[in-house]
Nanobody
Framework: QVQLVESGGGLVQAGGSLRLSCAAS????????MGWFRQAPGKEREFVAA????????YYADSVKGRFTISRDIAQNTVYLQMNSLKPEDTAVYYC??????????????????WGQGTQVTVSS
């Protein structure tokens, strides 16, 4: 079993930055990946970014490419999401996720096996 705990959400003005952290405890998977999704009120949960655990290959949604950076610290079993140039449309609950066996085309929340509790990010205009 894997437990994921997010931190780092908050309120920021448009153009500002935040960094989210996700600490994983329990078993980890060398062929797996970790990622971030978000869900705004009235909208479906959407893919934001992912990183393969062993090779560190990164994947981004087009809406955040060039503004967000996902990274990992293997020793700490932690994944980060650095969010720069934030926009009001980035406002959402952000969820950390993990998958046991990663496929590069995974973009749906149902393809991931484990979830954190979510952290609110609010960007004011």
């Amino acid at each position: 079993q894997v437990q994921l705990v997010e931190s780092g959400g908050g309120l920021v003005q448009a153009g500002g930055s935040l960094r989210l952290s996700c600490a994983a405890s329990g078993r980890t998977f060398s062929s797996g990946a970790m990622g971030w999704f978000r869900q705004a009120p009235g909208k479906e949960r959407e893919f934001v970014a992912a990183i393969s655990w062993s090779g560190g290959t990164t994947y981004y949604a087009d809406s955040v490419k060039g503004r967000f950076t996902i990274s990992r610290d293997i020793a700490q079993n932690t994944v980060y999401l650095q969010m720069n140039s934030l926009k009001p449309e980035d406002t959402a609950v952000y969820y950390c996720a993990a998958v046991r066996s990663w496929r590069s085309w995974y973009r749906q929340w149902g393809e991931f096996n484990y979830w954190g509790q979510g952290t609110q990010v609010t960007v004011s205009s």
